[in-house]
């Protein structure tokens, strides 16, 4: 089995920060892409940044210059520092990994349970 955990949620006024943690536990034996996806209310999950194995990383446009993503490979570990944020960045953000399991190796996405982030004044 495999699990990712986050942690970091919050209410936060407009132009704070937050920093999220994901940690993947379990049977694994490599994680290659890790991101962070997020779903508002009435709108559809979307992409916010990923981080691949080698360090590439891409972000969603309305994102760029205030989110960073970075990951500790020895921890199976995806962080999202936010920065400035902003109200429409209010939404529960998820964690995703493209992970190899130990028993089974064949590359496959697992989820987080989510973490609310709240930005209002």
């Known amino acids: 089995q495999v699990q990712l955990v986050e942690s970091g949620g919050g209410l936060v006024q407009p132009g704070g920060s937050l920093r999220l943690s994901c940690v993947a536990s379990?049977?694994?034996?490599?994680?290659?892409?890790m991101g962070w996806y997020r779903q508002a209310p009435g709108k559809q999950r979307e992409l916010v940044a990923g981080i691949f194995s080698g360090g590439n990383t891409n972000y969603a446009d309305s994102v760029k210059g205030r989110f960073t993503i970075s990951r500790d490979n020895a921890r199976n570990t995806v962080y999202l520092q936010m920065n400035s944020l902003k109200p429409e960045d209010t939404a529960v953000y998820y964690c995703?990994?493209?992970?190899?399991?130990?028993?089974?190796?064949?590359?496959?996405?697992?989820w987080g349970q989510g973490a609310q982030v709240t930005v209002s004044s």
């Open positions: 995703s990994a493209e992970i190899i399991r130990l028993d089974v190796r064949v590359s496959s996405n697992y």
């Open positions: 379990g049977s694994i034996f490599s994680i290659r892409a």
